[in-house]
């Protein structure tokens, strides 16, 4: 398969403030999840059916972070989310639309970043995929409380994105979320969970930091990091 990877502006960071977000970008209908590994281990990430590499003007401070599995060691405070969370009822499956999801999807970012969104683009975001990908969704009884989309590689997990219904906001999900993918990855006797990006000045990203031990890609070589976040 022939790739053609072509240099995208997109606008402001979503970031950071007074920033640039530029990429390299490319399209494809399917990805070996082989080969998307080894970008994912080269600063790669999917959105739909493109994958990126940031390549920002004067500005390098998303760095990909992965956690090592076998070597994580829950927080105090993970431990108590994980205790908290611990009757939700979880399914897994393959990426499929339903309107429940997008339902969710959607209070979740009029609430999140009072922002509206459409079936189009949550069907491009997060149900549109090249590779493997499953739906970890997590039910409090018969309500639905979380989606997380989960890309399924040979090696590794890597987390895509986590939605949450605003009615569990002080149930932190999205760090239960994590966990799971966590001891998901543990079960499949994978070696990596890779989060996506770190960005310390940004608190939406920073949080990552806060599962240790984790590794980050630094000038193209994964550096194990000892960050001293406390909990």
Not at 101 to 116: P, T
Not at 160 to 167: G, K, L, R
């Amino acid at each position: 398969m022939e790739i053609q990877v072509f240099e995208s502006s997109n606008g402001d960071c979503p970031y950071l403030k007074n920033l640039e977000w530029v990429s390299y970008m490319f399209r494809a209908d399917t990805l070996q999840s082989s080969v998307y590994e080894k970008m994912i281990d080269n600063g790669f990430r999917r959105s739909g059916h493109f994958f990126y590499k940031n390549n920002c003007p004067n500005c390098t401070e998303c760095i990909s972070i992965r956690i090592r599995v076998q070597d994580f060691k829950m927080s105090r405070s993970q431990k108590r989310i994980w205790k908290k969370n611990k009757e939700l009822r979880i399914v897994q499956h393959p990426v499929e639309f339903e309107k429940e999801g997008f339902e969710l999807y959607r209070r979740y970012c009029q609430w999140k970043h009072e922002s509206e969104t459409s079936e189009e683009n949550y069907r491009d975001f997060l149900i549109a995929t090249a590779v493997n990908t499953n739906m970890m969704r997590f039910y409090n009884g018969r309500d639905l409380a979380g989606i997380g989309w989960i890309d399924m590689l040979e090696n590794s997990l890597s987390s895509v994105y986590f939605a949450f219904s605003p009615d569990y906001a002080k149930r932190s999900l999205g760090v239960y979320s994590a966990l799971k993918e966590i001891e998901l990855a543990l079960q499949m006797k994978k070696t990596y969970l890779h989060m996506g990006f770190w960005v310390r000045d940004c608190q939406a990203m920073a949080y990552k930091s806060q599962y240790k031990p984790h590794q980050l890609l630094v000038d193209g070589f994964w550096m194990d990091s000892e960050l001293d976040l406390t909990d």
